[in-house]
């Protein structure tokens, strides 16, 4: 997958000390990772990269909302979600990110490219279960619910009396109060 410009940072050319990028993410971005769960995305994205001599602290603070199908009833619904996350980069011999929070550059590399971790915390703050707030308050009209409704199991509303029980337990009943 070719790297989105936008998203390179060239931290050569940068002071020590911290600075901010911002990003606002659409349904284009998902699309170039062939992501089809988003209907339809409203994301900014704010990034700090703190330079420091011999590293960079990158931190990640995402916010918005993604259009999404509900689980139950297939409705699309707006799904807010926030999500932050703190990268260290540091320099080695070779390119090392099997740790989550750190990734390792070779030393002369001069810009780091962070779509793959914006793609990940998007994706991520989603719920792994998506309700549809309808369906939590009751307020959605929906033919799915409708015959969930009508398909769900009854609970019994007849109640037994004691007469209704069979004659067969009684003999069992003398047994707990013969003690």
């Known amino acids: 997958m070719k790297p989105l410009k936008e998203f390179t940072i060239p ?18 971005f998902f699309e170039h990772f062939e992501y089809e769960d988003f209907n339809d995305t409203y994301v ?17 603070e995402v916010s918005g909302e993604v259009n999404i199908n509900c689980d139950l009833t297939n409705e699309p619904y ?3 979600i926030s999500n932050i996350f703190d990268l260290v980069v540091k320099f080695g011999d070779e390119y090392n990110d099997e740790y ?11 810009e780091i ?21 309808g369906v939590i ?10 015959k969930l409704e009508e398909l ?18 009684n003999t069992l009943k003398k047994l707990l109060t013969d003690k």
């Open 44 to 60: 900014h994205v704010n990034v700090v990269l703190n330079k420091k001599a011999t590293l960079l602290e990158l931190h990640f």
């Open 78 to 80: 707006n799904q807010n």
């Open 100 to 110: 989550t929070d750190i990734l390792i550059i070779p030393h002369g590399t001069h």
């Open 11 to 28: 931290f050569v050319g940068l002071k020590v000390g911290e600075h901010h990028f911002e990003y606002d993410i659409e349904q284009a």
């Open 113 to 133: 490219n962070i779509q793959q971790y914006i793609y990940e915390l998007v994706v991520l703050a989603v719920p792994i279960k998506r309700i549809h707030p």
């Open 137 to 146: 308050d009751g307020t959605l009209n929906s033919d799915i619910l409708k």
């Open 152 to 169: 769900s199991p009854k609970p019994n509303k007849q109640k037994q009396s004691e007469g209704d029980i069979d004659p067969r337990w």
